[in-house]
């Protein structure tokens, strides 16, 4: 650790084990490779011993499943990344596996945000995603959570599952605020090809239902004291999840693990794919390294403009051209110093991005 003024950056560790995979998920995640945790562990130690990386202000195990690891393997690759002080730790959790033993362990371990995937409150919509956990292991988390000293913890929803009602979706907007969450986020269903979701064209999102039920998000976070601070997240003040912000100001960060992604000075570089891959490429002293791509200065501009326009920061209204304002017209508040996105904008995200220039 050090006590000493650092530049942000982030380092972001992909756990690939989940026990069964949902049907909308295209992530680099497997439901038979638990014999290869220790394994796993250990190659993800030996790329940040040899990756140089600076200290870390903010940390994020995803997957995947990281709360399916062994905490003991966990904490392992925790402890070997270099950590300013006070850097954030989040760690993402099915419901189904937390235990006070594991958040106690995570605790003491330097683990500082939870992030807990309850996606819906209703078992027959948990059932549509091919989600599998108990909606009343989300309450014993949200006890957990609180009892055990984690200031900063997330519920992640997703709204649009087939034969998921309104009534539904307020059941769980309800349900999950009356918790107090400091965090909330709630992403609309996508479709990702080669799933499961992608295969049954029946299951399909209706566009105007995912509309109608970001705006029920939008009106009960608000209500709860929860603020949107990026288009799909909701936080009480001081509560913001600071690695992801780091993602949307284009800041440098790390990926460790398999399919893990990197970013530094415009240049994206991701690692292979498989674990076993990984593990072996490690244990070889091989770049781990799968591709890149690097952005030219105008590509990033642009990029910027698009992911700082998804936050309530917004851009200085200098960033965008009177051609920008004139097309945005309708999708973006303009106070005269900064734009930002109105809450029509923040629905058509997309059509904002490719109408700048």
């Known amino acids: 650790m050090t006590g000493e003024p650092q530049a942000l950056f982030g380092v972001y560790v992909h756990i690939p084990f989940c026990a069964r995979r949902c049907d909308y998920c295209a992530f680099a995640t497997w439901t038979d490779r638990h014999h290869l945790q220790a394994a796993y562990a250990d190659a993800c130690v030996g790329e940040i011993s040899s990756a140089s990386l600076p200290p870390a202000t903010s940390v994020f195990f995803g997957g995947g499943t990281p709360s399916l690891l062994e905490p003991s393997l966990l904490l392992s690759v925790l402890d070997a990344i270099e950590r300013v002080d006070g850097a954030e730790v989040t760690v993402e959790c099915n419901p189904d596996t937390v235990t006070p033993t594991l958040l106690e362990a995570y605790r003491a371990g330097g ?101 109608d039920k970001y705006l029920l998000a939008e009106v009960a976070c608000v209500a709860a004291g929860l603020s949107s601070y990026e288009i799909s997240n909701w936080a009480r003040p001081g509560h913001e999840c600071r690695h992801n912000l780091l993602y949307w100001s284009q800041g440098d960060y ?47 501009r642009v990029e910027g403009l698009q992911l700082s326009l998804r936050t309530r920061a917004g851009v200085p209204r200098s960033a965008l051209s009177v051609g920008d304002l004139d097309d945005l017209d309708g999708l973006v508040v303009d106070d005269g110093e900064r734009v930002r996105l109105s809450v029509t904008g923040r629905l058509l995200a997309n059509e904002v991005a490719v109408r700048l220039r």
């Open 254 to 300: 790390r990926g460790i693990g398999c399919a893990a992604h990197s970013h530094a000075g415009g240049r994206r570089w991701w690692n292979v794919r498989t674990p076993e891959r990984y593990i072996s490429a490690v244990a070889a002293g091989r770049s781990v390294e799968a591709a890149s791509e690097s952005l030219d200065d105008e590509s990033r």
């Open 111 to 211: 683990v500082t945000r939870l992030s807990f995937g309850v996606q819906s409150m209703v078992p027959h919509v948990l059932a549509s995603l091919g989600r599998t956990h108990d909606p009343a292991n989300v309450r014993t988390c949200a006890s957990l959570a609180t009892s055990l000293g984690f200031e900063s913890w997330s519920m992640d929803l997703i709204h649009g599952a087939a034969g998921e009602s309104s009534d539904d979706w307020r059941r769980t907007l309800d349900e999950v605020l009356s918790l107090e969450p400091p965090h909330v986020s709630a992403y609309a269903l996508t479709v990702e090809p080669g799933t499961p979701l992608a295969a049954d064209p029946s299951r399909h999102p209706d566009d105007d239902d995912e509309a």
